[in-house]
């Protein structure tokens, strides 16, 4: 069983490996061809660094990059001894080390846990998820973002979204300036995006796998022994992104793969940040293994 868990550890790790350094192979040569069409042969030269340098970035503060899309702030324990206290206990029973704990204002119920390792790794929740859930289902949903800590698949992920962040950078800028000089809704945001949020996408896409949420739900019920409060959990963060759909803006597009659950509405430009699975298909699943039969 330890050699089949060994071998299994290290297909994921090579998945998430291959999946990082094709998205990186792949900003480089967009660069570079970018560079070609501007500038000829030299502009190459000056692509490929400027990719380097979003890479350096991207790698460096990609939990830093994730967190300030979604506004977190660290919590205390005195803060959330509750929260402390959950996360402590489902940590020592996966044998990882604790993480740090961020709080985000956004009233929509969701989480996600950003950084390279398990070593720096962040979990933060909304506000709107400590309201909705109980204290059995907020403990599932924690149990899940610890599965993707102890799934190997933080790495890519972390560092896709650090990426698209840099590449949807000037989108967030033109949205604070316009809001700055006037109210409302920011067009040259929309315009922007709509010409970065491609390629961040693409970025988010090549690193990122549909089938990360499927372990890490599955890993998430076995770590707390309960997959039918995941799957209750889950229906209702499903609800309330249905109901109240956050904007896909540049800000929490470049992250939404990261969360629990997509924060977006099915159509629009946030089906090209859509790397989730089905929530039916992965309810279904999670009673599969509580036992029950479709």
Same mark, same amino acid.
């Given at each position: 069983?330890?050699?089949?868990?060994?071998?299994?550890?290290?297909?994921?790790? $090579?998945?998430?490996?291959?999946?990082?350094?094709?998205?990186?192979? /792949? /900003?480089?040569?967009?660069?570079?061809?970018?560079?070609?069409?501007?500038?000829?042969?030299?502009?190459? /030269? $000056?692509? &490929?660094?400027?990719?380097?340098?979003?890479?350096? /970035?991207?790698?460096?503060?990609?939990?830093?990059?994730?967190? !300030? *899309?979604?506004?977190?702030?660290? %919590?205390?324990?005195?803060?959330?001894?509750?929260?402390?206290?959950?996360?402590?206990?489902?940590?020592?029973?996966?044998?990882?080390? &604790?993480?740090?704990?961020?709080?985000?204002?956004?009233?929509?119920?969701?989480?996600? +846990?950003?950084?390279?390792?398990?070593? +720096?790794?962040?979990?933060?929740?909304?506000?709107?998820?400590?309201?909705?859930?109980?204290?059995?289902?907020?403990?599932?949903?924690?149990?899940?973002?610890?599965?993707?800590?102890?799934?190997?698949?933080?790495?890519? !992920? !972390?560092?896709?979204?650090?990426?698209?962040?840099?590449?949807? !950078?000037?989108?967030?800028?033109?949205?604070?300036?316009?809001?700055?000089?006037?109210?409302?809704?920011? @067009?040259?945001?929309? &315009?922007?995006? @709509?010409?970065?949020?491609?390629? *961040?996408?693409?970025? %988010?896409?090549? $690193?990122?796998?549909?089938?990360?949420?499927?372990?890490?739900?599955?890993?998430?019920?076995?770590?707390?022994?309960?997959?039918?409060?995941?799957?209750?959990?889950?229906?209702?963060?499903?609800?309330?992104? +249905?109901?109240?759909?956050?904007?896909?803006?540049?800000?929490?597009?470049?992250?939404?793969?990261? =969360?629990?659950?997509?924060? #977006?509405?099915?159509?629009?430009?946030?089906?090209? #940040?859509?790397?989730?699975?089905? =929530?039916?298909?992965?309810?279904?699943?999670?009673?599969?293994?509580?036992?029950?039969?479709?």
């Amino acid at each position: 069983m330890a050699v089949r868990d060994l071998a299994w550890r290290a297909a994921e790790l $090579a998945r998430a490996g291959a999946g990082l350094a094709t998205t990186i192979l /792949v /900003v480089l040569a967009g660069c570079a061809l970018i560079g070609v069409g501007i500038a000829g042969g030299g502009g190459a /030269v $000056a692509g &490929v660094a400027i990719a380097a340098v979003l890479v350096v /970035v991207g790698w460096a503060c990609c939990g830093r990059l994730a967190l !300030s *899309a979604v506004r977190a702030r660290p %919590v205390s324990e005195v803060e959330h001894p509750q929260l402390y206290l959950m996360v402590r206990e489902l940590s020592m029973a996966a044998r990882l080390p &604790v993480p740090r704990l961020s709080l985000s204002p956004d009233g929509q119920p969701n989480a996600l +846990t950003a950084g390279r390792s398990s070593r +720096t790794a962040t979990l933060c929740c909304t506000e709107g998820l400590l309201r909705a859930l109980d204290e059995a289902e907020l403990r599932g949903v924690l149990g899940q973002q610890l599965g993707h800590v102890s799934g190997h698949d933080m790495l890519a !992920s !972390s560092v896709a979204a650090g990426l698209a962040r840099v590449i949807t !950078s000037p989108a967030v800028l033109a949205c604070r300036l316009t809001r700055r000089a006037r109210p409302g809704p920011a @067009l040259p945001e929309t &315009v922007l995006m @709509l010409v970065l949020g491609p390629a *961040a996408a693409l970025v %988010v896409r090549l $690193a990122v796998s549909v089938e990360r949420e499927y372990r890490a739900d599955a890993a998430g019920a076995q770590l707390t022994g309960d997959p039918i409060v995941l799957a209750s959990a889950l229906r209702k963060i499903e609800v309330s992104a +249905t109901e109240h759909p956050e904007p896909p803006g540049a800000r929490r597009a470049s992250v939404a793969h990261l =969360m629990i659950a997509s924060p #977006f509405r099915p159509g629009g430009l946030g089906r090209l #940040f859509g790397v989730h699975p089905a =929530m039916g298909d992965r309810l279904l699943r999670l009673e599969a293994l509580a036992g029950y039969r479709r």
